[in-house]
């Protein structure tokens, strides 16, 4: 299949599985599994494209790997941390204002927008496995090395976090110990640097670097729009958390300032 068709083939799958969520959400009355289905979501478009083009090359078959480890890890984790306490805040908050909108800006501006996004950052490996190439080269290990490095951060800071947030003591109190100390969204940054790593990977393909939109898309939703600036917000009036800002980097991990 020629790499137009498999970038169409991949829409479609998308929005079938997000369209196939939506339902599910109606019925349990519950549009956070769209937060759950997120990483899953991937993991289908990157083994349809594997069985779809029949190429098992060692590139595809890293990327495969990798984004199946990343998917199944955040699934996983939300599932953990979500059972048996309901619909998001968000998502609650959003029912009592679209009102008897909820149903139609659910499907657009929660399912379908998320579904777009997954098509953009799934790119890379949709480009990669349009042509089967050769065996692994330069640019696959420095780009797993940067994927190991996100992996270690989003994984490792997600563990602090859960461990921090687990104990009652530290309730109000603001994580500022391990990768925290660091950086005030290791875990985001982590995030960031694993799909980066991917786009690596996918340079040695023919029309590799157009998947640049990928990471590029990922940095701009997390750094910009829905990811560190919704959590600085809802944090923004704790004098802890002010504090903690005032001394350590908002993304990239670097040593604390002085204050």
Sequence with gaps: MQLAQLIAVSALIIWGYMSLL???????????????????????????????????????MLLTVLIAVWGFRLSGRLIKRNCGK?????????????????????????????????????????????????????????????????????????????????????????LDTGLWRYSRHPNYFGEVMMWWGIWIISLSQIWGWAGIISPITITMLIVFVSGIPLLERSMSANPAFQAYARKTSVFFPLPPRKV
Aim: positive net charge.
């Design 22 to 60: 939506f339902m599910v959400a109606l019925i349990r009355r519950d549009n956070s599994i769209a937060d759950i289905g997120w990483g899953v979501g991937f993991i289908i478009v990157a083994f349809s494209v594997l069985l779809i083009q029949g190429d098992y090359s060692a590139r595809q």
């Design 86 to 174: 309901g619909e998001d805040l968000r998502y609650r908050k959003w029912r009592n204002e679209w009102g008897k909108y909820f149903i139609l800006r659910s499907y657009l501006q929660v399912f379908l927008l998320q579904g777009l996004f997954m098509w953009l950052i799934s790119l890379p490996v949709i480009i990669t496995g349009s042509r089967a190439a050769s065996g692994l080269a330069g640019l696959d290990y420095s780009g797993l090395a940067v994927w190991l490095t996100g992996f270690f951060f989003e994984a490792v800071g997600d563990c602090q976090l859960d461990r921090f947030l687990s104990n009652r003591d530290n309730k109000d109190k603001i």
